[in-house]
Every structure is written in structure tokens, then in C-alpha cells.
């Protein structure tokens, strides 16, 4: 199992930026599809965003495409999401996701980093 680690969350003003990181082991997450999922209050959990082991194909949820940027550097086993032009919309916790078994539901999580985004 993964053992994940989210940093990077905290509090932005509405057009603002924050940049989430997850780190992981090395060996291991460098085989390992990952994804940014999140929850807000009252809310189910949702894919943010996705990408394959080497960070050559990407997918992201419609309303953040064009705002969010996920990436990775296997050599510093990290997992990156970049958020730009927050919205009000975008508070919730967001984890960190590895590993997806066979039906692409991912098998690792972190503990998760809180976003506030306020107005």
C-alpha cells in the first residue's frame, strides 16, 4: 500500500492561486496512475483530476479544466495540482489518489488538505 501525503492547502481569495503537492514512495509511485480527488461539505467526493505513470496523458473534471494543471516528477515521487482562477465553488478537502485497480477505482489515498476559497 502507498503511504500519501498532501501539503500545499489553506486559504485563497476568488481569482486566486494555490499549488497542492503529494508526496509518495518512490519505487512504487513512479508505476502508479494518480489523481487529485475532493469533497466538499454535504458533498460526494469527485475526480478533480487524473494522469498516467509518466505524466504524458491527463483528464480533469469540466469545471476546472483550463484552470488546473496536474502533474508529477517520479524522480521527487510528487504529484502536483495547480490551481488557478479559484472560485468559491473550488472549497472543499482534497486528496490524494494511487494506484487504480483493475475497474480504475484508485486503492490509495492520502488524509487529505483543506481549500478555502472565499470572495
Known amino acids: 500500500q502507498v503511504q500519501l501525503v498532501e501539503s500545499g492547502g489553506g486559504s485563497a481569495q476568488a481569482g486566486g492561486s494555490l499549488k497542492l503537492s503529494c508526496v509518495g514512495p518512490g519505487y512504487h509511485f513512479s508505476t502508479c496512475a494518480m489523481g487529485w480527488y475532493r469533497q466538499a461539505p454535504g458533498k460526494e467526493r469527485e475526480m478533480v483530476a487524473r494522469t498516467t505513470t509518466l505524466g504524458r496523458s491527463s483528464a480533469y473534471l469540466t469545471s476546472v479544466e483550463g484552470r488546473f494543471t496536474i502533474s508529477r516528477d517520479n524522480d521527487k515521487a510528487t504529484l502536483y495540482l495547480q490551481m488557478d482562477s479559484l472560485k468559491t465553488e473550488d472549497t472543499a478537502v482534497y486528496f490524494c489518489?494511487?494506484?487504480?485497480?483493475?475497474?480504475?477505482?484508485?486503492?490509495?489515498w492520502g488524509r487529505g488538505t483543506q481549500v478555502t476559497v472565499s470572495s
Open positions: 489518489a494511487a494506484c487504480p485497480d483493475s475497474t480504475g477505482a484508485f486503492t490509495d
